[in-house]
């Protein structure tokens, strides 16, 4: 039996032996303590349930306005419309955040499986790794410093996924787009107009524009990969079928048209130096 | 004092007609059960007399559960999980039902209390060092709860069947998908098929109010257990600390030897 069990057992019996001479009784002083908690929680979650519903307003329509800590309920969920912003509820964020540091395809798995995963197993792990009976602050600056840089960096990725910016509709810029990475009109342009309005730049980057999220490439020069428009439409009507694992949406809703437009404007999309060649 | 003996005979009198009658039950229910006696160890139980305030977080998590149990089966009375009446019923619920929302807005924000009170438990019992021999069990179990409150978390999330609702679950599902191996079987079972629609509301219906709160329920039974069992530690800062050394204990301390357990279970 190794040392550091033997002096476990013996300070655990120790430990029995003065909480049963000094202790006090869990009646009435620790429930009392855990009761004034339990109430404080209680009270705390109803009053955040009264400001949520007392300041958001219902509109004639029965839809709802956003009130201090946001809408009662969005518009009824409808996979036609593509221009939708995922958004998990606030304690996803900092693993939605972590997604943007990744990119896909290499490494996108580390964010969403890999450090989550070490994350749990080092916490199970924790009592098998931290052997010592030292349990004062001051004599533990390890651990101390592990909790206040996952404190940390928990913080400010929730933070930063809280204040993300929202890939905007930017139909605005596509007469620049045009312009500066000469796209052909017709399908081309129109497809430019689609992909402004489609929420793509929620995920993607273009020219700068729109938030990069779950490792989304940008697509400036997707044209450069001269993938051919007919991938494009694949791609775009089931991302996972073509490119498995992928978490980009189905855009099948949008009907064939739409897409055929959307692939032509990909697959003009070379970047600024090869703009335009062999576009068409 | 102005101490008026009669009434208070008369007290004690009744006193002692009453009590067999409030006593019998109680005692018929110890006979058979010994459950009496398990709440009276459980009351009476002796605690290290330097517990503070940072120990009520894990009671505080418990509550939290509690009120999300307690809203969720209100919830499930008027909810329909189907995409055609789902996002209705909990329109209903919202503005119709009586107090309604009070009970969704309780168990919107009680999810949130939740998993901010679980972080901070396991936060103090980490700082505390209360994860160490003989607690490491119990700090598993604990870990083992962290991930199952978050997925009821992602589960519920979906049941609004709102815009919000619906397209953070797809990208929510496609992102299991991105998991090597079993990522998108995991995918494809969480949907319940190759689309998000009824078979995915209802999965993730069960889900929530059945498979995890059942999991959840029975790890909470068996962590609560082992607190009681191997009892909570003191702060670690305390200079009175239960369990810690103390010079001035002689192998002979007359301290050691004392009347066993007073009152601790009622037999
Ligand atoms: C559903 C969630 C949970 C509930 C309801 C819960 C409840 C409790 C309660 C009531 C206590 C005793 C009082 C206290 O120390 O606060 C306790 C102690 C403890 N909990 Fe939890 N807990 C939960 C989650 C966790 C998690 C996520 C961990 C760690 C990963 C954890 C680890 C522990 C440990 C090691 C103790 C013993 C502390 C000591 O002896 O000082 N628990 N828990």
């Keep these: 039996m190794s040392r550091r069990l033997q002096e ?9 032996e003065d909480v049963e001479k000094r202790g006090k009784s869990f009646y009435p002083y620790a429930m009392f303590h855990d009761t004034v908690m339990s109430l404080v929680v209680v009270a705390v979650i109803v009053a955040l349930a009264c400001i949520w519903y007392l300041t958001a307003e219902v509109n004639e329509d029965g839809s709802s306005g956003s009130g201090a800590l946001g809408v009662l309920y969005e518009d009824k969920a409808d996979p036609g419309t593509t221009s939708f912003i995922p958004r998990p509820d606030w304690y996803f964020y900092f693993l939605f955040y972590l997604l943007r540091i990744f990119k896909w395809p290499d490494s996108v798995i580390l964010g969403t499986v890999g450090i989550p995963t070490i994350a749990l197993i080092l916490l199970l792990a924790l009592p098998f790794i931290d052997l010592r009976r030292e349990r004062r602050l001051v004599r533990r ?32 810029l596509v007469p620049e787009w045009i312009e500066r990475f000469s ?8 497809g430019a107009e689609i992909f402004s309005v489609s929420g793509c730049l929620n995920c993607h980057q273009y020219a700068g524009e729109g938030v990069p999220n779950l490792g989304a490439p ?14 494009q439409i694949d791609h775009l009507e089931c991302p996972s079928c073509v490119t498995p694992g992928s978490p980009m949406p189905p855009y099948e809703d949008l009907g064939q048209d739409n897409l055929r437009k959307l692939a032509a404007f990909l697959e003009a999309s070379k970047g600024e130096a090869a703009g335009g060649e062999a576009a068409g | 004092m102005a101490i008026t003996p009669p009434p208070a005979r008369r007290r004690k009198r009744r006193m002692d007609k009453v009590m067999p009658l409030v006593m019998m039950p109680v005692n018929w229910l110890e006979e058979r059960s010994g459950l009496v006696g398990g709440l009276k160890y459980f009351l009476f139980r002796k605690v290290p007399s330097d517990i503070n305030w940072f120990h009520t977080l894990g009671s505080a998590t ?31 619920i919202t503005n119709e039902a009586t107090l ?24 103090r019992v980490f700082l505390f060092g209360a994860y160490k021999y003989p607690r490491e069990l119990n700090w598993i179990v604990g870990v083992m709860l962290l991930p199952l409150a978050m997925l009821e978390g992602f589960t519920g999330y979906l049941l609004p069947w709102d815009q919000t609702a619906y397209w953070a679950t797809v990208v929510g599902i496609n992102l299991n998908g991105t998991g090597p191996v079993v990522g998108p079987f995991l995918a494809q079972f969480l949907r319940g098929g190759d ?19 059942g999991a959840i329920m029975g790890l909470i039974g068996l ?45």
């Design chain 2, 62 to 92: 418990l509550t939290a559960f509690i009120v999300q149990a307690v809203t969720g089966v209100i919830l499930a009375m008027y909810y329909k999980p189907h995409p055609d009446t789902a996002y209705e019923s909990i329109r209903y």
């Design chain 1, 141 to 172: 600056p390890v651990a101390v410093v592990a909790v206040i840089l996952t404190a940390l960096s928990m913080g400010v990725l929730t933070y930063k996924g809280a204040v993300a910016e929202e890939g905007s509709e930017a139909t605005g």
């Design chain 2, 100 to 123: 309604g929302w009070l009970v969704r807005g309780m168990h919107r924000w009680g999810a949130s209390v939740f998993i901010i009170l679980i972080f901070l438990h396991m936060a």
């Design chain 1, 218 to 231: 940008e697509l400036t020069e997707e044209g450069n990969k001269n993938r051919g428009v007919q991938w």
């Design chain 2, 223 to 267: 962590h609560l257990y082992l607190v009681i069992r191997l009892g909570v530690s003191s702060p670690p800062w305390s200079k009175d600390a239960a369990g810690s050394e103390r010079e001035e204990r002689p192998s002979g301390d007359p301290g050691l030897v004392r009347p066993r357990a007073r009152g601790r279970v009622a037999k």
């Design chain 1, 183 to 190: 796209i052909p009109p017709g399908d081309a342009s129109e």
């Design chain 2, 195 to 213: 689309e998000i629609g009824t078979d995915t509301l209802t999965r993730f219906y069960a889900m929530h109010m059945l498979l995890l709160p």
């Design chain 1, 8 to 16: 476990g057992r013996a300070q655990h019996q120790r430990y029995k």
